[in-house]
C-alpha cells in the first residue's frame, strides 16, 4: 500500500509560480511511474505531467500540452517524494492537483491506470 500526500497548493496571481510536492510511502517508491493530474470544477480529471522509466534505466518526463514549456515535474527517491514546479500560471490552471502513483515504471496519461492517489491540493489563479 502507499499512500500520497501533496502539499504547496494555495492562491497566486497570473503569471506567479507555485511547487507542488507529494511525499509517498512505501519501500518501492523508486519502481513507479508518479503523475500528476488536476480536476477544474464541472471538468473532468485531465492528465499534467508523469515521471516514468524508460527502458528500466532512465527517467523521462511527459506533459499535457497545455502545461509544457511552464510546468517540470521532478523526483527525489531519496525522499520518496515527486515535485510540480509550476511557472508562468494562468487561470485556467486552477483547480485541484493530484498527485499519483503507477505500479507499472512506464506509466503514462491515463487515470485510471494509476493505482495510488493523494487527496488532492486546491490551486487558484487569479486574473
Known amino acids: 500500500q502507499v499512500q500520497l500526500v501533496e502539499s504547496g497548493g494555495g492562491l497566486v496571481q497570473a503569471g506567479g509560480s507555485l511547487r507542488l510536492s507529494c511525499a509517498a510511502s512505501g519501500r518501492t517508491f523508486r519502481s513507479y511511474a508518479m503523475g500528476w493530474f488536476r480536476q477544474a470544477p464541472g471538468k473532468e480529471r485531465e492528465f499534467v505531467a508523469v515521471t516514468s522509466w524508460s527502458f528500466g534505466t532512465t527517467y523521462y518526463a511527459d506533459y499535457a500540452d497545455s502545461v509544457k514549456g511552464r510546468f517540470t515535474i521532478s523526483r527525489d527517491d531519496a525522499k520518496n517524494s515527486v515535485y510540480l514546479q509550476m511557472n508562468a500560471l494562468k487561470p485556467e490552471d486552477t483547480a485541484v492537483y493530484y498527485c499519483?502513483?503507477?505500479?507499472?515504471?512506464?506509466?503514462?496519461?491515463?487515470?485510471?491506470?494509476?493505482?495510488?492517489w493523494g487527496q488532492g491540493t486546491q490551486v487558484t489563479v487569479s486574473s
Open positions: 499519483a502513483a503507477n505500479r507499472q515504471p512506464n506509466g503514462g496519461r491515463v487515470d485510471r491506470e494509476y493505482d495510488y
